[in-house]
Structures are given as C-alpha cells and as structure tokens.
C-alpha cells in the first residue's frame, strides 16, 4: 500500500473524466464543500497515470453499529462508512462518506419568493395551514415528523430564481404526522403534504443547496391520503402513493377505519363527510414544472390497495405495485401506452408452485380487468357506494353465490353486484382479487425496485409472519406461500420474462412480467433481544422497507423500518459479490425513508435518504437500559425539536481520497 498525494478537486474530477460511472463526487452525490474539509482547490497536478486509468468498480466499506458506550450515535444520524474505487490500472481510493440534511421538518425554509413556509407543512383543502391547537398557547401549524418518498430529477428549461448553477429539483412527500403537541396520536387524519425543493447543483462540486420549497397544491385531488414509498417513473415524474386506503366497508379488513376518513375528512374539508373512502388509496403523479412549481393528478385504474410504491419498467408501460398488507397480494398494471398510466389492464399474482425461503414459487397472472382513470373517477364522482359493487360480511351466509375469502387476518364472504365487476376491480381491489383466487399471502410487501441488467426486480417484505407462516393468523395453504416465521423479514427477487400469459391464456403484452420469486436476502431473528433491544441480528437487515438499486455501483440499497433493531440502518448489497456493507445509521426509534439512488445528474450520482420520528415506541424495547433511554431521550428531544422533526437530505462522498492503493 503507498499513500499518494491528495489530488484536488478539480484533479479528481479531470482523473474520472470520461469513465463509465462519473467522478467519485459523482458517485454517491455532492461533495462536503471542501472549505468543511479543511483543504485547499488546487494543490496538487494531477499524475498523468491518473488522468488515463478509468473507473472499473465501486465497493461500500460498511460502518460498525452505533454501541450503548456512544449515546450521540444512537440518538443521531451517523455515518462512519466509506467508499472505495478501483481502476484499470488496478489501483483503488476509498472516500470518507456522511450525510447532509437539506432541513428538519418544522424550520423554516425559503419559498422563493423572499419570504419562508414552515418544511412538511399541513394545509387543508383550501391551501390554507392546518393549526395544532391541542395545548392552549402554543398554537401552530402542523408538521410533519415523517418524510418519505423523495425524487430526485431535472426539467428541462428549468429556470428558478436563485439558481446559480443548475437547477434540480426534489419531489418530498409526508407520510403522517404522529402526534399533536398534548401526544394525541394524528395517523391518517392529516392531508399528506406534498413539496418540490428547488436545489442549487453546483457544477464544480455537484453540492445541492435548497433555493426554493414549493407546497404543491393537491385540492384539485381532494387531498392525498397516507403517502409512503415513491419512484420516480422513466418520463421524469414523481409516482407517490396513498397507503392503508380507507376501508369503505368498515370491517376491518386492512387499510384505515371510517372513524379515522372522518378525522381527515375534518381537517381537510372543514367537515367529517365530505372526503369519499373511494378517491383515496390511488397512485398520484407529480410533474415539476420549469418554475419548481408543480401539476399532481390521480390515476385512478392502477387498483386500490395499500401501494407503498410502484415501480415502472423500462418499456414505460409495466407497473409492478407492492402491497403493504396482511393478507396483500402483489399488483402487476400494463399501460396501453408507454409514458402515460391513465389506461390499462391490472393483474394480481397466483402461485401456481410453492414459495419458500428455499423453493422457487412460479407465478400465473389473474387478469382482473382493463379501464381508464376517468371512468373510474367517473364512477367515484357519481357517489357508488360500497354496498352498490359487493356484499361483504364477516358472518357466514351459507349462501353458495358467496366467496370465502381472508384479508387482514380475517375471514369474510364476499359476492359481487350483477355487472359491478369493473367497479369491484378497480375501487375494491383487495377483495375482488382474493374472490379471483389470487394468492392474498404476503405480509407487508413494500418497495420495490428494478436491476434492468439481470431483468430481475426486488421486493422487501418487512415481516414474515401471520398469513406468510403455516399455521399463522391469515394462513391460506391454497395461496402456496409458506415461509417459516421470520420478524426480521427479506428481500424476494422476482425474475421478469417475456411471452407470459394470463389465467385466461391471453398473451401479457409486456416483456417485463414477473415470472418466478425466490429469497434473495434475509435477516436474523435473534432468540433474545441484546443489550440494547435489538431483537434481530444487528449484522443483517431487518424488516427491510425502502428498495433502491444502482445500475452503474450494481448495488442495491436497503433501508429498514423495524422495531427490531434500536437503530434503523441504510445497508449496501452488492449483488454480485453479495457483500452486505451498513452505510448509515438512523436515530434511535426513526424509520429509513425517502431512498432514492439516482445514477446520473447532470454528471453527478445521488442517494437520498431521509428518516421518520427519531426517538418512537421504546415500548418496541424493553431490554433497553432505561438510564440509556433516559440520555436518548434527551438528545433527541434537543436535536430533534422535542420528537416532532425528522431530516431529508441525502449522503455525500469527501472529494479527498482516506487512502490510494496501487
């Protein structure tokens, strides 16, 4: 090993000119400035061996776990990992990675028009703020402490005000906000925010700097409901979500309560009737405009069901949605056009063999039907209720013309109305497709991700359990999914593949369908919790959530939402040499959002990342030392503004080799 002289900035950027994968600022995004670094721009020439090698391959060297010794780590955001790059000349440089916030949920952020809007703000129907009024002189608008799905993307023409460099924008959504300021739980009663950040990319260093915070205004879409995962589709829009979607029945079988529609209803509307359960649980569609303004529309034909993501194929027509669900099932969605998702056919999956952790469980795709948005949006409009499309009761009728189905660890029995079967479809997804025998197996399937290359795509189920396990609440042996209980959960690979028909032998007109699943991944149950809670395997993921992969690093990340580890973590797998290398580390009791890893802008790569609700349910914990708990909880509520804010931002590389090998 030699130490070689530190190459400057712009040597750095000159030695990876023309690589396949851009500079190592590029690599995982801007730069810490280097001012923040402690160096100078342009000490050192560049050797001209440097200038000629070219970039061959990039590895993650993971960071150790956050300790009980170190209570600032685990009550904060850490990064203690790096990234190493090898060349064609055979030499390697390892950079210094860590994280950069672009604010906190609740600062307040420009608006680009001179003044400033409070980040992750809650508005009503009429763009006006929703106030917590929960504790008496302490009045304030609501914001949210769970930021989540984030895309990063550029618009042509793009011209904004403040940008010196480049303009890229940011599309944020808020899943929730936990609870008001007297602790009162406010889960789903809110409607989700939704905001463009205008960003400033400097040219040279590929840093991100916040110009501009743009509230979209959703009130042409009677508000959004829940929004978790996102994507950021192959035409440049941001695809959002609305999860848990109302249960329009009130039984009980997944998604949220009518008590709870009421509640949003209140808040958004000013009323509790107003908001209809079937304009809820759809995928949004964002699209930024050259302003950092922004346009949003619902597509209403894609199925209504607890979507955390979706992720579209690179024929731009294919959509394959996760269901985050007990009972869920996973979504397939084919456009009749490319780049455009008002129109197409929804197909839900059977296992025609047995999935395991072991077997290869092969897929047949049930055809649940084809429409448009506007005609479903149509039928929303024109006030069909629940009883107009099915019979749904959870008492049996002993009536043949009934199906038996379980959903949410539930039984119930279900027929529909003469000629209701589009509108069973598409506005009662869940229980049209377990009347069509679609295997309704899977626990908490959420993002979804795509490996174009290898035509494979990734799916986390964050846990296996209940109606995954034999003999667990929600079992159906005829679903032919059967894992063996695992908290901790995994990664499922789906191969995709061409000539694929339905149930009905109809060609799928796509080449991208899922054709087979297999384990990709696991975590590890731990028989007793350790020292600091952890009831799984620190060393492995657990209840894996946010999916992203890298094409150019042929890494994917990992982000985690468990109650199984202390700190959640943000994980690097290498799926060719399935190295598994832990990049961040969250704080204590916060969720891994908003990935989003983003090969190429503007020369530069990104992975963004952010977190939820530092510092929730110790309860999940009860091995935890409480004089620790007690000094988390403390840090927390002073970095954190007393639990109530959260970060988005995204990871930077040190532009400063930590090491040269040749």
Avoid at 68 to 75: D, G, I, R, S
Avoid at 92 to 111: I, K
Avoid at 213 to 239: E, F, R
Avoid at 478 to 493: E, S
Wanted: hydrophobic share 40%; proline share 4%; with cysteine.
């Amino acid at each position: 090993m030699t130490q070689a002289s530190p190459l400057s900035r712009r040597a750095v950027l000159k030695a990876f000119s023309g690589a396949p994968l851009l500079p190592i600022a590029t690599t995982l995004g801007a730069v810490v400035p280097l001012a923040a670094c402690g160096g100078g721009d342009d000490a050192v020439a560049t050797p001209p061996a440097a200038q000629a090698r070219e970039f061959t391959s990039a590895e993650f060297v993971g960071m150790a776990a956050p300790t009980a010794a170190q209570p600032t780590a685990l009550a904060t955001t850490t990064v203690g990992s790096k990234l190493k790059v090898n060349f064609s000349d055979n030499s390697s440089q390892t950079f210094d990675l860590a994280y950069q916030p672009f604010f906190l949920t609740g600062e307040q952020v420009p608006d680009g028009n001179g003044g400033t809007v409070i980040a992750g703000g809650y508005y009503n129907i009429n763009n006006q703020p929703i106030i917590d009024t929960s504790v008496a002189g302490r009045e304030r608008q609501y914001f949210s402490d769970s930021p989540d799905g984030t895309s990063l993307l550029t618009v042509a023409g793009a011209k904004v005000a403040g940008v010196k460099g480049n303009a890229v924008f940011a599309v944020v959504q808020f899943e929730y906000n936990t609870a008001n300021q007297a602790g009162a739980s406010t889960y789903g009663t809110l409607p989700s925010p939704i905001a463009v950040l205008t960003l400033d990319q400097d040219p040279a260093t590929g840093k991100l700097t916040l110009v501009k915070y743009h509230n979209v205004d959703t009130s042409g879409v009677k508000g959004l409901w829940i929004t978790c995962g996102a994507s950021l589709s192959p035409w440049g829009t941001h695809l959002s979500s609305e999860e848990y979607e109302p249960d329009a029945f009130d039984q009980g079988l997944g998604g949220q309560s009518l008590a709870t529609l009421k509640a949003y209803s209140k808040n958004t509307f000013g009323d509790e009737t107003t908001a209809n359960p079937y304009n809820y649980g759809h995928l949004p569609e964002v699209t930024v405009k050259t302003d950092g303004t922004a346009s949003i529309r619902k597509h209403y034909c894609l199925g209504r069901y607890s979507r955390e993501l979706v992720q579209v194929m690179p024929d731009q027509r294919t959509v394959i949605g996760g269901d985050d669900y007990t009972n869920g099932g996973l979504f397939m969605f084919v456009a009749d056009k490319a780049g455009d998702l008002s129109a197409g056919t929804l197909y839900v999956a059977k296992y025609t063999t047995q999935l395991t952790e072991t077997t290869t469980g092969k897929i047949q795709w049930i055809n649940l039907g084809h429409a448009t948005s506007a005609e479903i949006q149509a039928l929303v409009d024109g006030g069909i209720k629940a009883a107009d499309i099915m019979d749904s009761t959870l008492t049996d009728p002993a009536d043949a013309s009934y199906t038996k189905i379980v959903l949410n660890k539930k039984t119930a029995w279900v027929r529909v109305k003469a000629g209701q079967e589009k509108a069973a479809a598409f506005l009662e997804t869940h229980r049209y497709a377990a009347l069509k025998g679609a295997s309704m197996a899977f626990t908490k399937n959420e993002g979804t991700t795509l490996n174009s290359k290898d035509k494979v795509a990734y799916s986390a189920y964050a846990n296996i359990q209940d109606s995954m396990v034999e003999g667990g609440s929600g079992y159906v042996a005829a679903n032919n999914v059967k894992f063996k209980k695992l908290v901790a959960g995994a990664v499922v690979a789906q191969k995709l593949a061409a000539g694929q028909v339905d149930n009905g032998g109809k060609a799928i007109a796509s080449e991208w369908v899922p054709a087979e699943s297999s384990l990709l991944i696991a975590g590890e149950d731990l028989a007793a919790g350790d020292a600091l809670g952890n009831t799984a395997n620190p060393e492995k993921i657990a209840s894996p959530d946010n999916l992203k992969f890298s094409e150019k690093l042929r890494t994917l990340f990992i982000g985690e939402d468990s109650g199984n580890h202390l700190n959640n973590f943000l994980w690097a797998y290498n799926i060719d040499t399935k190295k598994l290398a832990r990049v961040l580390s969250c704080p204590a009791g916060a969720e891994s959002t908003g990935l989003h890893a983003v090969d190429e802008v503007n020369g530069w790569t990104y992975v963004m990342s952010n977190f939820q609700h530092p510092g929730d349910e110790w309860n999940r914990f009860p091995a935890l030392d409480a004089a620790l708990k007690d000094k988390l909880n403390v840090i927390i509520n002073n970095t954190y503004n007393g639990k109530f804010s959260a970060a988005v931002g995204y990871l930077t590389a040190d532009l400063r080799p930590a090491t040269t090998q040749a």
